[in-house]
Nanobody
Framework: QVQLVESGGGLVQAGGSLRLSCAVS????????MGWFRQAPGKEREFVAAIIWSSGRTYHADSVKGRFTISRDNAKNTVFLQMNSLKPEDTAVYYCARNEYMTTAQAEYDYWGQGTQVTVSS
């Protein structure tokens, strides 16, 4: 079993920054790729970014490229999502998830956190 716990969400003004954290525990030796997804009210959950745990290779959705950065701290078993230049349309519940390989397809991810709310005011 793998447990994922997100934190760091909150209310921020447009143009501001937040850093989300996802603490990974459990069978961490099976870590492969970690992803961040988000779901806005009334919308489908969408891919935001992913990282391969071993190599640090990353991939970001076009909608956040240049503003958001995914990273990981191996020693702390934690994945981060640094979000800069936030826009009201970034408002959503943000989830981290684990998968055996990097993919943008949320159906492929087998473990999910409970989510953390990010609200960006205009």
């Amino acid at each position: 079993q793998v447990q994922l716990v997100e934190s760091g969400g909150g209310l921020v003004q447009a143009g501001g920054s937040l850093r989300l954290s996802c603490a990974v525990s459990g069978r961490t030796f099976e870590q492969y790729a970690m992803g961040w997804f988000r779901q806005a009210p009334g919308k489908e959950r969408e891919f935001v970014a992913a990282i391969i745990w071993s190599s640090g290779r990353t991939y970001h959705a076009d909608s956040v490229k240049g503003r958001f950065t995914i990273s990981r701290d191996n020693a702390k078993n934690t994945v981060f999502l640094q979000m800069n230049s936030l826009k009201p349309e970034d408002t959503a519940v943000y989830y981290c998830a684990r998968n055996e390989y990097m993919t943008t397809a949320q159906a492929e991810y087998d473990y999910w956190g409970q989510g953390t709310q990010v609200t960006v005011s205009s």
